[in-house]
């Protein structure tokens, strides 16, 4: 039993993670950038990331408890190939939820920071 316990705390806590800390950067996002030029980049830089992770992490949270409970009572490797493969997918996805901010700085700033759309003198 303990070690469905901890695989359960195992399945949960990347999905869990993401969900606090997208709350967290939304309420308020990490520091200040040291350049104060790039204060709106950074902003909505920190917003989009919260966006994503609060998006992605109720499902992945969903899923991973639904995966947790189809192997309840199964073997312990069974448990354990299952939780190193739902472990790598969540890890994938994280690493993955920083393409969209990425993709959205690229249209919205410049290489220099500064938002599109905008002549350089104002």
Known sequence: ???????AVVFILLPLTMLIFGLWFR???PGRPRDKDQERFWQFAQSRLARTWLILGGPMLAISTVVFLLVRGQSQSVIMA???ALNTLQTLVLFASSLPTEISLRRHFDEEGRPRGKASGE
């Open 82 to 84: 299952v939780g190193i």
């Open 1 to 7: 039993m303990s070690r469905w316990i901890f695989m």
């Open 27 to 29: 309420i308020r996002p």
